[in-house]
């Protein structure tokens, strides 16, 4: 999203992440389940918790629409200083970047493969997502795993190219929540 603002010119100021927060050998379960069934659960009478990003998490995202609130009335048009900065706005799971890297590559040639095959309902189409679901699965199954295995190993290697990557992904925002500690502070006094 940052490089298609980049290249219309556009300023990015402020972004929010809401990121599922349940562990990732779960997620690898109830998502797809949620995707295929459109049922978020919670699976197995509450042994799988509900998918996605938490209700809590979502309450708690109106800290931005209050933030912005304060300060947008008298802001100058040409600040470009986030307002968002110290809230938490983001939350980046490095462990997760190379595995997304690798999803939006595959996303993006399974994108233009269907799009090649014809319209929305169009059978060769159809058949053609089929196979793209039997590939999402095969890879959950096997690749993901072994490559979380590889990162491992490499860990040392990539730590400061990893570093690197999230603090590009969380900006400008940030992942700090400076601010909110800094209330619970004041209140607790």
Known sequence: MKELLSHIGARLIDNVALAERTHGAITVITTPWWVLSGNRG????????RAGVW?????AASRFGTAIA?????????????????LGAVTINSGLISVEMVGRRSFRLW?????????QGATLRRIVLGFYVMFLVVMILTIVPVVFVLKTLIAPLTRNRIARQSEYLAAPSGES???????????HE
């Open 42 to 49: 919670p699976y197995l009478n509450g042994l799988l918790p």
């Open 55 to 59: 209700e809590s998490d979502i309450r």
């Open 70 to 86: 304060l300060q947008l009335e008298g802001r100058d048009p040409t600040d470009n200083k986030p307002m968002l900065s110290g």
């Open 111 to 119: 994108g233009k493969l269907l799009r090649a095959c014809g319209k």
């Open 177 to 187: 929540m400076e601010k909110i500690f800094r209330q619970v502070e004041i209140k």
